[in-house]
């Protein structure tokens, strides 16, 4: 019997037997087929192996951003806006490293 979502959608439970013996590609497989989610979501929410080029850009991000975090915590006073610009720093880094680990896939 399968369950109705908030948006009416129904997918079916997911058959977690034997779930440690699956390659990871099946498993995600099982997974969309479970929550009937579409591919472009999947794509977004998957672990993406880097490739080595991939590898050295999050290097030079995280390297850049480290410097301008730097600079704002030896210039910036102490308190809450110092840190939420370290915070933004970070997210920055996030969200560039997600397009390039997902070739800047879109979702809308």
């Known amino acids: 019997m399968g ?3 908030p948006g009416g959608e129904v997918g ?10 699956l390659s990871k590609e099946e498993l995600e497989k099982r997974i969309a087929e ?4 579409p591919d472009e979501l999947v ?8 490739t080595p080029q991939q590898e050295m850009a999050y ?6 951003a480290l410097q301008l975090a730097k600079a704002i915590h030896d210039n ?4 809450p806006d110092r840190t939420a610009a370290v915070r933004k720093i970070r997210e920055a880094v996030m969200t560039a490293n997600a ?7 879109q979702y809308r």
């Open 3 to 5: 369950m109705q979502g």
């Open 12 to 21: 079916v439970p997911l058959n977690i037997e034997g779930v440690g013996d």
């Open 34 to 37: 479970a929550v009937r989610m």
């Open 43 to 50: 794509q977004l929410f998957s672990y993406h192996q880097p």
């Open 59 to 64: 290097r030079h991000i995280r390297a850049t």
């Open 76 to 79: 910036c006073p102490a308190g």
């Open 99 to 105: 397009s390039i680990a997902t070739n800047n896939a």
